[in-house]
């Protein structure tokens, strides 16, 4: 066996020694747990979504189309800073941008400080721009002799020489006395009775309208939307002054020569007959009818509650403008043709006849007069404690309101029989040598001379003055004034 059976031989003497030795233990056995089998690799588990939140609904946005209201001075046609405009159904964007949720004619606000407002219907239905134009009140010239008091003084308007022509017209026949001009418009008569609506931008008729009489010889006055004419026939017209229709008429007992004055809305005037009449032209009845028994031609003039006339008995009235009464009469000492103007307590009214330009307190107290050896139509004119007024003699005076005395004259070259107006330091008269002059109100200095004139000199607006001839009238401007430019929107 060699020695594998030597080494089986020790391992058996072997196992018989243990257990000689005592009895034999045996342990448990634990077998180990398999492992787990690993899974089969595969797609990996999807990461939860977020619960969507649900959003309200919301309709598309809808653009709405926007519309601009742009605001000028009707007079000069600039632009009118920070204009105050309202548009009913409008969403505001801007001062003068608004959107519309239709495009219609919507009613429309419009103002700024010193303009009148504006409340007109616009056209966004057909423009998304629109020009609104507004105007100052104090820019105006809404009757003879600028206000009630009868200065024949304008204080608003900023107009001197030299002056370029900006268009002219030929009504035919005599121009006697001036256009009253407001909102862009020139009212204005002929002796033929055809009474004029002129457009200052271009002098083309706006209108025009038929009086049907004859020797027409006054200026019509401007109220509100309405035109109040006196028709030398016999009656007052009271008419709308966007087309010249007729709203009204109130006929009196003689012919009337005088201009209205519309003080409260109530016009004072006297007639052919001898009767001054207060004319409530609201009601469209008479309010009261003073019987003084004598021609009257004069323009009346308002002052202080009271009304101021002269008539061709050579008396000069003052009467109450409530209810007629006289407060005092005084002498003029020939037929008063002119109106008396009323400034600083005081009344001046030429004397026909005589020659004279008479001052009285308003109280009736006689103070002093001025005599020019030549009759005296022309209605004074009143400024800065000074009286300016022309005589047939051919010289334009000017003279203290307070004494009477002569402060410096200036020949015309022609009769004076229209009253003077004054605009911007500038005392401007016609006369029958066919010219008018403008000298310095205060100094006399001759300053302009246009060589068209007759009765009246002018009128005008806080752009353009009105120069009037025998049977012309000629707008003029600065003459370093540029000529604004037109735009292409709608304008109202």
Wanted: aromatic fraction near 10%; glycine fraction near 12%; proline fraction near 7%.
């Amino acid at each position: 066996m060699g020695a594998l059976g030597a080494v089986l031989a020790l391992g058996a003497a072997g196992c018989g020694t243990s257990q000689l030795a005592g009895p034999t233990r045996v342990l448990p056995v634990h077998p180990k747990p398999p492992k787990p089998a690993k899974p089969a690799p595969g797609p990996e588990p999807a990461k939860p979504r977020p619960a969507r939140v649900q959003q309200p609904f919301r309709p598309p946005a809808v653009r709405l189309p926007l519309v601009t209201v742009r605001v000028l001075d009707g007079d000069t046609g600039k632009p009118i800073p920070r204009p105050v405009v309202t548009v009913r159904g409008g969403q505001r964007r801007g001062r003068t941008l608004f959107a519309l949720r239709r495009r219609a004619l919507l009613q429309t606000t419009v103002w700024a400080p010193h303009y009148a407002a504006r409340t007109l219907r616009l056209p966004f239905d057909r423009f998304r721009r629109v020009t609104v134009r507004l105007y100052r009140p104090d820019g105006q010239w809404p009757m003879y002799g600028v206000d009630p008091a009868r200065t024949q003084a304008h204080a608003g308007i900023r107009l001197r020489p030299p002056f370029r022509i900006v268009w002219g017209r030929n009504l035919g026949t005599l121009i006697e006395f001036p256009a009253s001009v407001s909102d862009g418009a020139a009212y204005v008569t002929n002796l033929h009775g055809k009474l004029y609506a002129l457009s200052m931008a271009d002098g083309k008729t706006i209108w025009k309208r038929d009086l049907e009489t004859f020797d027409e010889a006054s200026s019509p006055a401007v109220v509100g939307d309405t035109l109040v004419v006196h028709r030398k026939a016999g009656s007052v017209l009271v008419l709308d002054r966007r087309n010249g229709r007729v709203l009204w008429t109130y006929a009196t007992a003689g012919q009337i020569e005088s201009s209205p004055v519309v003080v409260d809305g109530v016009d004072y005037l006297g007639d052919w007959a001898g009767n001054v009449y207060a004319l409530d032209l609201k009601r469209r009845s008479v309010r009261w009818v003073h019987d003084d028994g004598c021609k009257i031609t004069a323009s009346a003039a308002i002052a202080d509650g009271a009304v101021y006339l002269g008539d061709y008995c050579g008396r000069v009235l003052a009467l109450s403008a409530s209810s007629g009464a006289t407060r005092w009469t005084a002498s003029a000492g020939s037929p008063v043709y002119g109106a008396a103007a009323v400034s600083g307590g005081r009344v001046f009214v030429p004397s026909r006849d005589t020659g004279a330009l008479y001052a009285f307190t308003t109280g009736g107290s006689y103070l002093w007069r001025v005599s020019t050896g030549g009759y005296v139509y022309s209605a004074p004119a009143v400024l800065g404690g000074r009286v300016y007024f022309g005589s047939y003699t051919g010289v334009l005076y000017c003279v203290s309101a307070a004494t009477g005395a002569v402060q410096w004259t200036l020949g015309l070259g022609g009769r004076i029989s229209g009253s003077p107006a004054i605009v911007d330091g500038v005392v401007y008269a016609g006369s029958f040598a066919h010219r008018i002059v403008g000298a310095d109100a205060r100094t006399g200095r001759s300053l302009f001379t246009f060589p068209h004139g007759e009765y009246v000199p002018v009128s005008g607006n806080r752009a353009r003055l009105l120069l009037y001839g025998w049977s012309s009238v000629w707008a003029v401007e600065p003459a370093r004034k540029k000529a604004s430019r037109r735009g292409t929107s709608r304008r109202s």
